[in-house]
């Protein structure tokens, strides 16, 4: 499929050259659009995030039969782990200690370390992009999102 995708590019760009250019222009110009609209709302998320509004949610909703996701036993203790975390950062109150929030986030991260081993390592980069997703919206509902920077390391 990809090589007839390259053959045509080529052809185009040696026969049709500045259409093709200008589509190829107008298709960045739209991905860059939905990019930043995309990112807009997620920052505009976080800064409304509450406790009650992820326990509401289904972490990782979009892992859902999709053989590209981890196995199903995988993704339910991924979520299990995700609502522990909410409530456990939920009890330290509306103004957490830094240093509170952080061990939670570490061990969560731990937890997904340990999941990923018990799996055969099956976390690979969208699932992990996506783990830190959700552990960066815990360190914004607990007002200390500095903490989201740390979460990646």
């Not at 807009?40 to 996701?69: C, M, N, V």
Request: overall charge negative; charged content about 30%.
């Amino acid at each position: 499929m990809s090589a007839n995708f390259s053959a045509e590019g080529e052809w185009r760009w040696h026969n049709d050259r500045d259409a093709f250019v200008a589509e190829m222009e107008q298709f960045q110009r739209e991905r860059e659009a939905q990019w930043a609209a995309e990112s807009e709302r997620y920052h505009k998320r976080l800064k409304s995030l509450t406790w009650e509004q992820l326990l509401a949610e289904t972490p990782f909703a979009g892992w859902d039969d999709d053989p590209a996701f981890p196995p199903r036993e995988l993704v339910a203790a991924a979520r299990e782990r995700i609502r522990a975390a909410v409530m456990e950062l939920q009890s330290l109150g509306p103004k957490p200690k830094k240093a509170a929030v952080r061990a939670v986030l570490k061990a969560c991260v731990q937890s997904f370390n340990d999941m990923d081993a018990a799996f055969g390592a099956v976390i690979e980069t969208t699932v992990r992009d996506h783990i830190c997703e959700a552990l960066e919206e815990l360190a914004f509902a607990a007002k200390h999102k500095s903490l989201a920077e740390e979460i990646g390391e």
